[in-house]
């Protein structure tokens, strides 16, 4: 167990459908980020946040959203759901805002739209 | 357009040999590399980083070496065990810049025989 927690661990939507995905950082980091990894993908960075404010932005959708809330728990919420936003989507924390180094990976949400 | 580039998907190695996987990047902006493993339902892990002002940093049976004039890194591990069969990723970082998030490669699956 990491200490990142991501609910849940599958999730099978209907194209067009929205669903939410859920992280709970490692107790004491502040800081959260999303990745996306879709088959023969790298994992892609969409975005992160850093004791609830956004911090930077990658490769995410404008259909794609997220926040951080006052607990530090982060949710990636996923709208009108197409065939290739099936993926599996990666929760990582860190200690401080900028580091790297520090990142700690959650087991992942594996998404399936049909 | 990949910055990070792993060009074997898979490599084979036999168990107490040296396995060695390369990474390459074209950002310049670059100047923190990691690898992380990954086993199959888990998330990353980290594993070792090197900071562009060394040219090797080394953690027990892992070594990472840098070359920067190439834009070039390789993971050596020395010597392979069962265990370290996995997906390998590489990820860089920008760091000096301010950026956040890491670019990783497409990763290298590593299969120990025995």
């Known amino acids: 167990d990491s200490g990142v927690t991501q609910t849940p661990k599958h999730l099978i939507t209907a194209t067009g459908q929205r669903v939410t995905l859920r992280c709970s950082p490692r107790?004491?980091?502040?800081?959260v980020y999303w990745y996306q990894q879709s088959l023969d993908q790298g994992l892609q960075f969409l975005i992160q946040y850093y004791n609830g404010e956004e911090r930077a932005k990658g490769n995410i959708l404008e259909r794609f959203s997220a926040q951080q809330f006052p607990d530090l728990h982060s949710e990636l919420n996923l709208s009108s759901l197409e065939l290739g936003d099936s993926a599996l989507y990666f929760c990582?924390?860190?200690?401080?805002?900028?580091?790297?180094?520090?990142?700690?990976f959650g087991s992942g949400t594996r998404l399936t739209v049909v | 357009d990949q910055q990070v580039k792993q060009n074997s998907p898979s490599l084979s190695v036999q168990e107490g040999r040296i396995s060695i996987l390369n990474c390459d990047y074209t950002n310049s902006m670059f100047d923190y590399f990691l690898w992380y493993k990954k086993y199959p339902a888990e998330g990353p892990t980290f594993l070792i980083s090197i900071s562009s002002i060394k040219d090797k940093n080394e953690d027990g049976r892992f070594t990472v070496f840098l070359n920067k004039s190439a834009k070039h890194l390789s993971l050596h591990i020395v010597p392979s065990q069962p265990g370290d069969s996995a997906v390998y990723f590489c990820a860089a970082s920008a760091r000096g810049g301010g950026a956040d998030g890491l670019t990783f490669g497409k990763g290298t699956h590593l299969i120990i025989q025995p």
């Open positions: 107790s004491g980091d502040l800081s």
């Open positions: 990582a924390s860190s200690v401080a805002g900028s580091d790297s180094y520090g990142y700690t």
